[in-house]
């Protein structure tokens, strides 16, 4: 018997089977076990800095520090005027305890332009914690310093800074291959050439991502032995209500291949012979562009290696397949109807937790750590 | 050196660098991606830059409040879960063609609120106090200049320093349920349109039909009421609000008609009279997304849906109602003077619906957008039996002004059908069958808002209202009381600053 089918019931057959499809893939990802929420601390310390924007997981018990303690940084101060925020707070999961963790001087002379904390943190298993500057005398990038790195003990005593003419507004999440004492740190730096926010600012491909090759002596500060570019020409400009935007997410994976998120661009980028390369690979490969991503910011590995790339201009975390460039699924993280779209502004941050069964993440419209799992 | 340049030198010799580098930057673009410039290379004038110690005033242009930080006293407080907020706006309104009479009226409105997170305190989680204050000075000038029933301005209001909300909320469900219990002023979260609460006009807040018919214009500002309210997400894109609240926030508004707020002078009335009201509203959000909500990939390039609420609402009030044109008899209460006809309690219907209509990019300042509101009340013992507001906004309508809204917007009302009898048996009853008799108004509005700094916003305003009053007489400019309000225009500036 023949059977027959009208065209309208064909096309919501294929819909139906499209559906499933797509469901069934994203139950694979490392999204889709994420279950809730869960708001862990105001993240606001008593000198009443704002913004929180760079999240780092400490691997090592030492001084104020205990393992699987969250170090979140303030890019704003009091005033909520950005390339301000001067302080660190630590998050200890297990007392559910949020304290100040450092407080460095704003005017740090070693430091041109002086301190405004950004994205770009990291705790090493030594225990040190390096920490990047992106700052500011008003709020705005006509008063932006270069900035600089810092280097903070693990009670949180500045001991050592690092700036230079291929330091320029360090502002992205570091990628960092640590072997304790040898370490291989990127940074992005998006402030080259970048003016004022006034008008409509100009887009300039000056961004660079610069390695550093460190060597942690036992019981001594870390050293810069090397300095390399090994990316450059990356999108970055001004603005007026966030600062700056560039390239912020860095993740070091598979194959020596540095993956960075390209604000501008809405794309992310692999960077290959990451850790060994001599000069600039440029922009790098395309591995995945537009899609469900939208202005994204810090960047994040999986347990299983996907990444997570928070969104700048929507309250989404995106999971990306490295390995295909396959855009996977996205979640809601911040849905702030406040913002045009939802959540636009408010996501920077973002880290695995040390058993990989969730990720924290903060949020800067109301300044609070967030753990989802 | 680096700081001894004068201002203008150090933008001459930013903007000589700043070219540089873009210079360079092309020139990079044009080589092949080997021969990338170093920017390390370049000099860099942000390395010359210092660090300046910060004070109470630094960034006073930038910053999101005129006073930032209180030279560390709300971060203080915010340390102790309390904040602090305090707006002022200032107008100035002119009739200059039409209404009752040409001229103009200074109103400003200072609003000061505070707020405490019960777990920030210390003490439990989920639970907000809220209690807010305002100065309400100059003087209203709808009333004297137009005569329009659609008044000029949503500040309007007789002098005076009063109480306006002081309420308590707990979550009770994480953040799919609340209550709030208190004194509270509807219009903050009842009928509200999104795009409609841009513009100058009282009636595109709380709007004409609660304004008319409601004792004393209901619980809104510069008023309040006692009651609860209870709201719950009902899924990702739905919710339910709905509360009870004391009726009449004067106690009595039959006292003085005329000038309820008289009654309830300082907010503090407590008023538990008039009935009680009941309020609630579903709102539907379409294309606004929840937390948690899970997204499978789309094709590159893909734009999502366009965001949208739709709210429809009612209230009815228990309390008994008089007719506007009968009384206890049937006959006109303008040829008698028995008492009304009573009816049982009060309510209205109504809709608002507001939605984006066009983003040029996802993540784009620049929308258009569009908002509709309609709500009916019987027309047998309201003044307004139906009232309509519709308009369009446009965010960032020029280059570089992320924040200015421009809107056009028209407001509707129509008076009940026997009110506008009622209009009909005075004239015969004091021997003028010309006396005009009641029927609707419109008003035109436009406006452009400009953010001259985040704290600091500048409106300008026309309006334009046919029919002024709803066809109301021009009474007493016009002796033979057989003329209407010609129609008016009125211009407005507006300022609003964030403390």
């Given at each position: 018997m023949k059977a027959t089918f009208s065209p309208r019931a064909l096309a919501a057959a294929v819909t139906t089977l499209l559906a499933l499809s797509g469901a069934a893939h994203a139950g694979d990802?490392?999204?889709?076990?994420i279950k809730k929420h869960m708001v862990l601390t105001n993240t606001v310390p008593d000198n009443g800095d704002q913004n929180p924007y760079a999240i780092a997981v400490s691997p090592i018990t030492a001084g104020k520090l205990k393992a699987g303690d969250v170090l979140v940084d303030n890019f704003n101060n009091a005033a909520n005027l950005q390339g301000l925020g001067s302080t660190i707070v630590n998050y200890r999961p297990d007392s559910k305890e949020m304290t100040l963790f450092a407080q460095i001087p704003r005017t740090l002379e070693q430091c041109p332009g002086g301190v405004g904390l950004s994205t770009a943190m990291t705790v090493l298993k030594s225990g040190w914690v390096i920490v990047g500057s992106t700052p500011s005398n008003d709020g705005m990038t006509d008063t932006k310093g270069a900035g600089c790195l810092m280097v903070l003990d693990t009670n949180g005593k500045l001991v050592d800074v690092w700036s230079g003419p291929d330091i320029n507004d360090p502002w992205g999440n570091m990628a960092v291959i640590d072997n304790g004492d040898k370490v291989t740190l990127f940074v992005s730096n998006a402030g080259f050439g970048v003016g004022s926010a006034k008008g409509t600012p100009p887009v300039v491909n000056l961004a660079t991502v610069l390695r550093l090759d460190i060597e942690v002596p036992a019981g001594q500060p870390p050293k810069v032995l090397k300095r390399t570019v090994v990316a450059s020409g990356f999108g970055e400009q001004a603005d007026k209500s966030v600062f700056l935007i560039g390239p912020t997410g860095l993740v070091y994976g598979k194959d020596d291949k540095l993956y960075v998120s390209d604000a501008l661009g809405n794309r992310i980028s692999e960077i290959w012979d990451a850790a060994s390369r001599d000069t600039s690979a440029g922009i790098g490969r395309t591995l995945t562009h537009d899609g469900l991503l939208l202005r994204p910011l810090a960047l994040t590995s999986t347990p299983q290696g996907h990444l997570l790339a928070t969104n700048g201009s929507n309250g989404k975390v995106v999971e990306i397949d490295p390995a295909t460039g396959e855009q996977l699924a996205a979640r809601w993280i911040d849905a702030n109807k406040a913002q045009t779209p939802p959540g636009s502004g408010d996501l920077f941050g973002i880290a695995i937790t040390p058993q990989g069964d969730g990720f924290y993440y903060v949020t800067d419209d109301n300044n609070n750590l967030v753990l989802a799992k | 050196m680096k700081r001894s340049l004068p201002p203008h030198a150090r933008r001459l010799l930013s903007c000589a660098i700043a070219s540089g580098l873009l210079l360079a930057g092309m020139a990079r673009a044009e080589q092949s991606a080997g021969n990338d410039i170093n920017p390390a290379d370049v000099p860099e004038v942000d390395q010359a830059i210092k660090a300046k110690p910060d004070s109470q005033w630094t960034g006073w242009w930038n910053r999101s409040t005129l006073l930032g930080d209180m030279g560390g006293l709300r971060s203080a407080l915010g340390r102790q879960g309390i904040t602090v907020g305090l707006t002022e706006s200032s107008e100035y309104l002119r009739n200059v063609s039409g209404g009752l009479q040409y001229g103009g009226q200074y109103q400003g409105l200072a609003t000061l609120t505070l707020g405490l997170d019960t777990q920030r305190a210390g003490w439990w989680d989920g639970g907000s106090f809220n209690v807010s204050v305002l100065d309400i000075h100059g003087k209203p000038f709808s009333g004297q200049y137009v005569g329009s029933i659609q008044t000029a301005s949503g500040i309007e209001a007789d002098r005076a320093s009063r109480l306006w909300e002081a309420w308590f909320q707990q979550q009770l469900n994480g953040e799919r349920l609340d209550l709030k219990l208190g004194q509270q002023s509807l219009d903050q979260e009842f009928m509200v349109s999104q795009y409609g609460s841009l513009f100058m006009g009282t009636m595109f807040g709380w709007a004409a039909v609660p304004s008319a018919d409601m004792p004393a214009g209901g619980p809104a500002y510069p008023l309040s009421g006692l009651g609860a309210r209870l709201r719950g997400k009902i899924g990702d894109n739905i919710t339910v609000l709905g509360g009870a609240f004391a009726g009449d926030p004067t106690r009595d508004v039959s006292q003085n008609p005329s000038d309820p707020q008289q009654l309830n002078k300082y907010g503090t009335t407590f008023s538990r009279h008039g009935g009680t009201l009941f309020i609630g509203e579903l709102q539907y959000g379409r294309n606004l997304p929840s937390n948690g909500a899970l997204e499978t990939p789309r094709p590159l390039n893909g734009v999502g849906g366009l965001p949208g609420t739709y709210k429809v609402g009612f209230w009815y009030l228990n309390q008994k109602t008089p007719d506007t044109r009968w009384d206890v008899n049937g006959q006109p209460l303008a040829l008698n003077l028995a008492g009304p006809q009573m009816h049982e309690g009060n309510y209205s219907i109504y809709a608002v619906a507001d939605q984006t209509v066009w983003r040029p990019a996802e993540d784009s300042s620049k929308t258009l957008n569009v908002f509709a509101r309609a709500m009916a009340a019987p027309g047998d013992r309201n003044l307004v039996s139906f009232s309509a507001n519709a308009g369009i906004t446009l965010t960032a309508p020029f280059a570089g002004r992320d924040n200015d809204i421009a809107g056009l917007a028209v407001g509707y009302v129509k008076v009940g059908n026997h009110q506008a009898g009622n209009d009909l048996d005075n004239g015969i009853a004091n021997g003028n069958p010309l006396y005009p008799a009641r029927g609707d108004e419109t008003q035109i509005e436009a406006t452009y808002q400009y953010q001259l700094t985040p704290w600091w916003q500048w409106q300008a305003d026309l309006q334009y209202v046919r029919n002024v009053g709803a066809g109301a007489s021009a009474t007493p400019s016009d002796y033979t009381s057989t003329q209407k309000i010609p129609n008016s225009w009125v211009v407005g500036l507006k300022t609003t600053i964030t403390f």
């Open positions: 990802t490392f999204l889709a076990g | -």
